[in-house]
T-cell receptor, first 113, second 114 residues
Framework: NAGVTQTPKFQVLKTGQSMTLQCAQD?????MSWYRQDPGMGLRLIHY???????DQGEVPNGYNVSRSTTEDFPLRLLSAAPSQTSVYFC????????????FGEGSRLTVL | DQQVKQNSPSLSVQEGRISILNCDYT??????FLWYKKYPAEGPTFLIS?????DKNEDGRFTVFLNKSAKHLSLHIVPSQPGDSAVYFC?????????????FGQGTTLQVKP
């Protein structure tokens, strides 16, 4: 049972480049979300999804796109990377939005030069 | 506007003593609170939670206390162990209204010294 799998674990981008952070879970969880962790800021919610075909914005959605075509996958897209997007990104999932108990991936460290 | 605040960035405790981590929130709609623990280079893991209908929840060495009138919760670890050294995040959500949004605090780094 892999849980929540994020790829890549590390990525370096140049300003203006695009990329997609992949997230997959094998627990049949309805709820999935993306957070970024920055020093002194804790974990901030970027986007979340309560089921396939349904997404919504979190606290810091600007510069990021998401889609949820299947229950298992929730990719995060950076269309034009900026240095302010240098961060550690975590994907998380849970059985339902009501439980609040999230299962996190190991994180993806992104550096934008 | 930080809705969930952990005002102590770090805490150092001797092994065997009590660790108390604090968290304050501003949104009165929050009715479910959680604590997560994070080791370096790993994702956070769920530790303990509490619903607003309770004022205390205990799980082994970990106890969470909720003071709704003060909008304050705390995590007690007794006795503290070196393996407890990690970053602890509190988080809050509202089961009505802003569903789907779990809001985290900034985190407190706990160091338990042998």
């Amino acid at each position: 049972n892999a849980g929540v799998t994020q790829t890549p674990k590390f990525q370096v981008l140049k300003t203006g480049q695009s990329m997609t952070l992949q997230c997959a879970q094998d627990m049949n969880h309805e709820y999935m979300s993306w957070y970024r962790q920055d020093p002194g800021m804790g974990l901030r919610l970027i986007h979340y999804s309560v089921g396939a075909g349904i997404t919504d914005q979190g606290e810091v959605p600007n510069g990021y796109n998401v889609s949820r075509s299947t229950t298992e996958d929730f990719p995060l897209r950076l269309l034009s990377a900026a240095p302010s997007q240098t961060s550690v990104y975590f994907c998380a999932s849970s059985y339902s939005i009501w439980t609040g108990e999230l299962f996190f991936g190991e994180g993806s460290r992104l550096t934008v030069l | 506007d930080q809705q969930v605040k952990q005002n102590s960035p770090s805490l150092s405790v001797q092994e065997g003593r009590i660790s108390i981590l604090n968290c304050d929130y501003t949104n009165s709609m929050f009715d479910y609170f959680l604590w997560y623990k994070k080791y370096p280079a790993e994702g956070p893991t769920f530790l303990i939670s509490i619903s607003s209908i309770k004022d205390k929840n205990e799980d082994g060495r970990f106890t969470v206390f909720l003071n709704k009138s003060a909008k304050h919760l705390s995590l007690h670890i007794v006795p503290s162990q070196p393996g407890d050294s990690a970053v602890y995040f509190c988080a809050a959500s509202a089961s009505s209204g802003n569903t789907g949004k779990l809001i985290f605090g900034q985190g407190t780094t706990l160091q338990v010294k042998p």
